[in-house]
């Protein structure tokens, strides 16, 4: 490690001008409401959609009670079972943990890493947040009207998606496809802010390579959302006109109730392949920033530069590319032409290899590591087991042949909670955590986040693991209950049963991580500016919680990666990303 | 610059590190970025909706949507705006004012002309015989036109900005930056109207071109 | 330390529960043993990397977790080893993709020597076509579909006349004889799923679409929809029933074929009224029922179910369980009738009854105790169960209660207040509609179940007698 010193008058030029024109809100109103500070924003995007991910919280409870204790609770019904499945499954994936991970963690985030005041388009950010809102109202609104949200399954299949006999076929599937679609308009201002953000404003010297691998994942998951969320959009519209001006894009010539539909020549699975090229990228959507944050996490509470921080980079761009090809995977048995599982199952597996090298990565980072097993390391763990359990299982419905007798039963709902559930939600309590005291300026209650995390940790590998056996058993998914089979055993209800109650105790706990989080931002310890000792820009703010403009007088200048822990010949573990070499060094490294 | 390929990240730097770059230039350079994202956006967007037309297509029962020759000359109106914003973009840059404001006002009225246009092929197409909804090429006719449509119309509002900005101040050269990406705008989406035009709603030429890719 | 013995019990918890716990797939019983070898491999090559990298992970923190003093390495990258375990995760990757592929080219291609059979899905229920003597399946369309012609066969299609119709859930298969099942759907998706059988595939509507099987166990299978289809996805089962080739034969020849069920429509009323004799003792004269001998009327009742019941009466497919005292009284009746032709003269000349009673029955009291556990309460609430009516029960009965013919679903207007309380009830207990054959009434009574106490359905029987049918103008309560 050789450093050449310089002179640092000649090393760095001084900034020319005041680098970003800033906003600055007069009124109350625009401070907080109407923000156009992408800190702001952030913490709105979050408490929405953690607000609305409560609620199907509550509704995968119900879920649950009915599978664990059939027609107990009375007020499930079959239909409510199914909207309770559908919106459950359509909150967490698309209104939680992509608003969350993108407008919550993205805005925060991205401008404090790459050294900019801001977004680049604070207006554009601040309408792109009430649009997102208006999307999560307009589903919420689907709750009361008349028949009920829909009950199509999250994946909302034509015909029965719009056909009576499915619960919601009149307004509430509507209203789920114009939620849709407004969602997708305000999150396409969003990432067009992020995208825009770190290509444009990054500041002087961090060049693409030394941006953490959090801004990275968050960046690649944007581009695939930009791209993908398209599909969607189109496909919402046509059902939408299939419905409402009676075209036939995926209508065929059916029956309905009894009698011929007016429908002709329409075709479903154009739908399928629409959605799932949309579909697949989103688990990618949802995964690629918490790869990005799970490698931050553990460099950081593992002292230790991320291992290979080259290749993770690739791996993250280049499973962004492959998941384009890959959608039919979730249509081996749609009735497709089977033909072309040859080559969905290979792209599949193909993905495996650079998702596998990630992991590799991770667990040499902690290897020779100087591990502290803080609340965010011990989430960054648990995510490894879930994501390599999760991951593992994909290798069984990735391949058409394997799948086949596990498609449409519980082990994919199991395989998937693992993968895109379980695992980003353990980084985003690991993330939140870890950025808590810079966001709040406050510490939490460490013996709540650590009950919070031991009863998620455990609680939720009790909830998914016996689910896989149900699926291998042959148990439906999306079934109200499975009495009356000749191949289940009746222990598979006592499997149920437990599943539920680890189920509703994780819920629980969930609760006092809530409270930890509210509680604490008034009544916390008070924290100090980088008590990580972490690198990244967002750690060497002048204030805690970083003021308006996030930086000082003058935006820091980068001169190194963020990866600088524990150097050797340097005294500290670690050297933030703005001191300059000559600084850095000590009387060993000479 | 640093290569993204070749770079060592965990070498810290050692050379002068570039000048910050001025508030404006950033603004100017994240506007021309943000819109080639954005069309970037809009070409998956039509691009899925070709490929489902398509994949439509190959059906045995399927009728092409009855010609409308009036979209040739809308096609003409398009081509028309784009060609006043290229030339607003040369007088911009050789300093001429008032003929970078025509021409503004030329390609916005040219534009508003096209949009009535397409509306009017749309009660053409609907008071044809064959222009019932259950059709689905019709369908697909006044999915794609009228999401076309839409995005000329906000291609307006930037216009619109753009024109007030001309009459504003006297300075040609500084309205360049606007004014050129009025024009890629316009560009692109004259491209993707010829696109959809020639491929969808000119006779069989979608088909002929499946045909040759073997697809029926 | 405690996270790495945390996440070591984890681990071995898993391995341990996987090879120790009593839950895994149901025994195969067709030729798919390939695809069970596919999924033991992958459950190796994947067991072994989950062990190894999270037992990696415990190691690792318990060995280099922060203590006094320690300082971390420093190593950027080895592109040796990322080199090293890229090229060893693919080769784990390859070992089972190359099976993979080979079999699912198996499961795309049908042999030469596969049977043909068309199996139509439909809310929410099965039925079946064999192709008949000239082996080829008749042109079919949904604008044929009608309660006649249920498949929907194109009857100006002379290979369709001799198509058999299986116009019931539960199908029968040859052992060891491959079969290509052709499935088809006329209003949404549906899927078909034998667990046993391993390969399942979807119905879309507007196509056929394919998969094969050869059954090697004869056996009583489970069929189950495994793509939600609305609300009675759950409640769409069926049974496929593998024969050794005798019985096969002997069960097929009982099967009709399309021209016979056509033939069937033509009655003969005179034979009917003949045949009814026998009934009227119970059921009145004119149809009207007797509450106290617990005979519901059947005028008013929908024909294609009433046929269906006798056949189940005949079968021993309904009237057989030990509790249903009505039922076992109904089943020597329903023996009486000889064929199809008969039972559907009977139902023709029913349905030109009237269904007024001659004399007051509120006369008969003799067994007025026995009713007692069917006497339907005063204080059914028809509010409290709109709901549940609207959203479940209406789906296949319709909003106004008048049947839906696809479904399978009989009218619920014109049905006595007592007699669908008690069979509600029959339904929901497991009286009737759990014998194996039949398949709609476990559809019924897996809906019954959701009506836990009596009083639910004393709600539902009061909701459904405020429907007014528009296609039978005389409702319950006008009569009564």
Known sequence: MEHIAHDETSFVRPAEVGEMELYHAKTWLGKYVFSQDAKTIAIQYAATAIAIGMVALVLSWFMRLQLAWPNTFTFIDPAYYLQAVTMHGMIMVVYLLTALFLGGFGNYLIPLMVGARDMVFPWLNMISFWVYFTAVLLLAASFFVGGGSTGAGWTLYPPQAILPGTPGSEAGILLMLASLAVFIIGFTMGGLNYVVTILQARTRGMTLMRMPLTVWGIFVATVLALFAFPALFVSAIMMSLDVLLGTSFFMPAIMTMGSEADHVGGNPLLFQHLFWFFGHPEVYIVALPAFGIVSDLISIHARKNIFGYRMMVWAIVIIGALSFVVWAHHMYVSGMNPYFGFFFATTTLIIAVPTALKVYNWVLTLWQGNIHLTIPMLFSIAFLLFFINGGMTGLFLGNATVSMPLSDTLFVVAHFHMVMAVAPVMVVCGAIYHWYPKITGRWYHEGMARFHFWVTFVGSYLVFLPMHYLGIMGVPRRYFEITGTTFLPDSAQNVNASITIAALVVGVAQIVFLYNLIVSAFNGKKAPGNPWNATSLEWQTETTPPGHGNFGKELPCVYRWAYDYSVPGVEEDFIPQNVPPRNAQTEGAQ | ?216 | MFAAIVLLVLVLGTVVFHFLSPWYFTPIASNWSSMDDTITLTFVVTGLGFVLCNGFIAYCIIKFRNKEGRRAEYEPESVKMETWLTGLTTVGIAAMLAPGLLIWKDVVTPPDDAMQLEVLARQWNWSYRLPGEDGQLGAVAVSHTSEQNPLGIDPSDPFGQDDVIIYDPVMHLKVDQPVTFLLRSTDVLHNFTVPQFRVKMDFVPGQVTYIWAEPTEPGSYDLLCEELCGVGHYAMRGRVIVDTEESYAAWLADQPTFAETQAELSTDLVAGQAGYAVCSSCHGVNAEGNKAMHAPRLAGMDSEYMKRQLRHFKRGVRGTHEDDTWGRTMAPMAMMLGDAAAINNVVSYIGTLSGQAEFDDSTNLGLAAAVERYEPSASGDPAKSEALYLSTCAQCHGESGEGVWTVNAPALTGLEDWYLASQIKNFRDGIRGRHADDLYGLQMGLVANTMTDDQAIQDMVAFISTLENPQQPVTLAQQN
Not at chain 2, 24 to 51: G, Y
Not at chain 2, 125 to 148: C, R
Not at chain 2, 188 to 201: E, H, K, N, S
């Open chain 2, 1 to 216: 610059m640093s290569n993204i390929f070749t770079e060592q990240p965990w070498i810290a730097d050692t050379g002068p590190i570039a000048p910050a770059l001025s508030g404006a230039e950033i603004a100017m350079h994240s506007r021309r970025s943000a819109l080639k994202v954005l069309l970037s956006v809009v070409s998956i967007f039509f691009m899925l909706m070709i490929v489902a037309y398509g994949g439509r297509m190959l059906y045995q029962d399927w009728q092409p949507t009855p010609q409308i020759s009036l979209l040739w000359a809308n096609t003409g109106l398009l081509l028309l705006s784009s060609l006043c914003l290229q030339a607003a973009l040369m007088w911009a840059r050789a300093d001429k004012v008032h003929w970078v404001r025509g021409a503004l006002v030329g390609a916005g009225v040219l534009t508003v002309l096209f949009l009535a246009g397409q509306l009017t092929a749309w009660q053409q197409l609907t008071s044809m015989v064959l222009g019932d909804f259950s059709n689905p090429s019709v369908g697909f006719f006044f999915m794609i036109t009228g999401i076309h449509g839409l995005h000329m119309a906000g291609g307006m509002v930037a216009l619109v900005r753009a024109i007030r900005r001309a009459f504003g101040q006297s300075d040609a050269r500084a309205m360049e930056h606007n004014v050129s990406n009025c024009a890629l705008y316009w560009h692109y989406l004259l491209g993707v109207w010829l696109v959809v035009f020639g491929l969808l709603f000119t006779g069989n030429n979608f088909e002929i071109l499946l045909r040759i890719c073997g697809f029926i």
